[in-house]
Each structure stands twice: as structure tokens, then as C-alpha cells.
């Protein structure tokens, strides 16, 4: 866990193409999921972002996923993307 996490913040820092957010909630704004966009891989063409998201157990069907993937979308858009797979 604790390298994956150094990973995401390299790849924030560097430019790299993945872009990792946390989905919070509740009062105490836990971590409920993820939403990870990645602007380069096999498969890729130019212009398209791939979007993986999930949600723990807990925080299903609470309608948290549809409003992360579309910010992280908006984001995507703003950095350049153009289709989303």
C-alpha cells in the first residue's frame, strides 16, 4: 500500500500518466473509493484516458461513483483528452 501510494505521488509530481483521486464521504470524509485515469498505455491511442473507479462495500448504491467519475472526466478534458474508455 504504502508503495503504491508513493507511486501515485510521484506520478502527480513528474507528469507520469496516471492520475489517482480518493473518493470521500461521509461527515468524517473517509476514503469510500477510487477513481484512476491513465493517459498512456497499451491499447491507448493519443487523446484517450482510460477511467477505472470503485467504491468499497460500504459505500455502494449511495450514488457516490457518478459524480467522481465525472469530475475526474472534467479533469481528463482539461489535460487534454478526448475519449475516455
Known amino acids: 500500500m504504502e508503495a503504491y501510494f508513493r507511486h501515485c505521488r510521484e506520478q502527480w509530481a513528474t507528469g507520469g500518466p496516471l492520475r489517482a483521486f480518493g473518493i470521500r464521504a461521509g461527515e468524517?470524509?473517509?476514503l469510500a473509493g477510487t477513481v484512476d485515469l491513465?493517459?498512456?498505455g497499451?491499447?491507448?491511442a493519443?487523446?484517450?484516458v482510460n477511467v477505472a473507479?470503485?467504491?468499497y462495500p460500504a459505500w455502494r448504491g449511495r450514488g457516490l461513483a457518478t459524480p467522481a467519475v465525472l469530475l475526474a472526466t472534467r479533469y481528463a478534458a482539461d489535460e487534454g483528452a478526448t475519449e475516455g474508455r
Open 38 to 40: 491513465r493517459f498512456a
Open 28 to 30: 468524517d470524509k473517509i
Open 46 to 48: 493519443p487523446g484517450q
Open 42 to 44: 497499451e491499447g491507448l
Open 53 to 55: 473507479y470503485g467504491l
